[in-house]
């Protein structure tokens, strides 16, 4: 399910509250999450500009990494929600792997890619919190805005 602004003018805060979608795992769910994730952007900044323009970008950014990772190492459906929070903006991807993230090596100039998601997501984030369920995990992105 994803939730969104209907109408003109400026959203209410209601309209901003929480924004959730549903993915199935596909590969081409990284771009539905990214899309979802700057459709919520938009809305948020027609009643609450970022502070700085970069941080549309950088959250969109980590939602990209998110979704990645968990098609890759969480077969299976995932969940996006957003919100805002006081001068932040909490992005929670939840997926089916009880497995909490942790780096791997990065080894630049060798062609195999991979490595740098991670250590990019605790870069940008100003917290990064992993919650593990029974039937998977949660992650926790507080990213300014």
Same mark, same amino acid.
């Given at each position: 399910?994803?939730?969104?602004?209907?109408?003109?003018?400026?959203?209410?805060?209601?309209?901003?509250?929480?924004?959730?979608?549903?993915? %199935?795992?596909?590969?081409? %769910?990284?771009?539905?999450?990214?899309?979802?994730?700057?459709?919520?952007?938009?809305?948020?900044?027609?009643?609450?500009?970022?502070?700085?323009?970069?941080?549309?970008?950088?959250?969109?950014?980590?939602?990209?990494?998110?979704?990645?990772?968990?098609?890759?190492?969480?077969?299976?459906?995932?969940?996006?929600?957003?919100?805002?929070?006081? %001068?932040?903006?909490?992005?929670?991807?939840? %997926?089916?792997?009880?497995?909490?993230?942790?780096?791997?090596?990065?080894?630049?100039?060798?062609?195999?890619?991979?490595?740098?998601?991670?250590?990019?997501?605790?870069?940008?984030?100003?917290?990064?919190?992993?919650?593990?369920?029974?039937?998977?995990?949660?992650?926790?992105?507080?990213?300014?805005?």
């Amino acid at each position: 399910m994803e939730t969104e602004s209907r109408g003109g003018g400026k959203p209410s805060s209601e309209d901003i509250q929480d924004w959730e979608a549903e993915f %199935d795992g596909g590969f081409g %769910d990284v771009t539905r999450a990214r899309l979802s994730a700057e459709n919520f952007l938009s809305t948020l900044a027609r009643s609450s500009p970022p502070t700085m323009p970069e941080y549309r970008d950088d959250i969109v950014l980590v939602v990209t990494e998110l979704a990645a990772n968990a098609i890759q190492y969480a077969p299976g459906p995932f969940g996006l929600t957003m919100r805002r929070a006081s %001068d932040s903006v909490h992005v929670t991807l939840s %997926d089916t792997s009880t497995t909490p993230p942790a780096p791997r090596p990065f080894h630049p100039g060798t062609g195999s890619g991979g490595g740098i998601g991670w250590y990019l997501i605790h870069t940008l984030c100003d917290q990064v919190s992993v919650v593990v369920r029974e039937d998977g995990k949660d992650v926790h992105a507080f990213l300014p805005w």
